[in-house]
């Protein structure tokens, strides 16, 4: 379990549900902020700075896609859809817009405690996983894990906790390819089979950051994996 009480934002129209996870996460010491649509939902992220967010999709107003996409251009605290939806499309699609893990509703309460855990685990300690924490280095970028940060000369990088994962794994391979599965249990450590296409999304938007920084490119290699490009050329 994380080792600090957590502010966590539960955003849900069903005030049965919303209560059921106040009470599973208060067994913690975990403090919660309440909405119930998606307005009041972004109000609350942009003004209470939470720690963390469960995040549904369906409710009033801005849908949680929407929602997860706001909260994303305001701020980096890890977002964790719990939604009704098993759908993979769905998953790809939250998970592209900036969400850091996906729970299908039901789910029992030692799953939601443990995902959470991981969560936090993995932006509380981007060190703990025994690899060296001192700055790493590519054509420019610059990243501290032991601080979660990432420059590019004077600009600082917006990651989020599975962005970061993903580029850190790439810049330690030095321009090696890093094969999908290899790159997609970096991104998401506490999944023991994560999607390969979660990968999709979520590199192409930390391509879109550290190109438009100034950064190395990230290419595919087709069928293979991604590797870190620092002197040459991208190709179509």
Do not use: C, N
């Not at 964790?80 to 993979?88: A, K, P």
């Amino acid at each position: 379990m994380p080792s600090r009480p957590l502010r966590i934002l539960v955003v849900d129209d069903d005030p049965a549900m919303v209560g059921a996870i106040t009470a599973l996460v208060g067994t913690e010491g975990h403090q919660v902020i309440t909405a119930y649509d998606g307005l009041t939902a972004v109000k609350r992220f942009r003004e209470e700075h939470p720690d963390l967010v469960l995040l549904d999709l369906a409710m009033p107003g801005p849908d949680g896609f929407s929602v997860a996409g706001q909260m994303r251009a305001i701020g980096q605290a890890p977002i964790l859809v719990v939604s009704g939806e098993s759908g993979e499309a769905a998953k790809v699609r939250a998970l592209g817009l900036g969400a850091d893990d996906y729970l299908t509703k039901p789910f029992g309460k030692a799953e939601l405690l443990a995902r959470i855990a991981a969560i936090m685990r993995r932006v509380d300690r981007p060190g703990a996983s025994g690899a060296p924490a001192g700055p790493l280095e590519a054509g420019g970028l610059v990243l501290e894990p032991g601080r979660h940060e990432a420059r590019v000369g004077d600009a600082s990088l917006s990651l989020t906790p599975t962005e970061f994962r993903l580029l850190e794994a790439l810049v330690r391979a030095s321009g090696d390819i890093v094969p999908h599965l290899q790159l997609a249990r970096a991104g998401w450590p506490a999944e023991t089979d994560p999607d390969l296409l979660w990968l999709k999304p979520h590199l192409a938007r930390l391509r879109g950051k550290v190109e438009e920084a100034g950064g190395p490119h990230v290419v595919a290699v087709r069928g293979v994996g991604y590797r870190i490009v620092v002197d040459e050329p991208v190709t179509a």
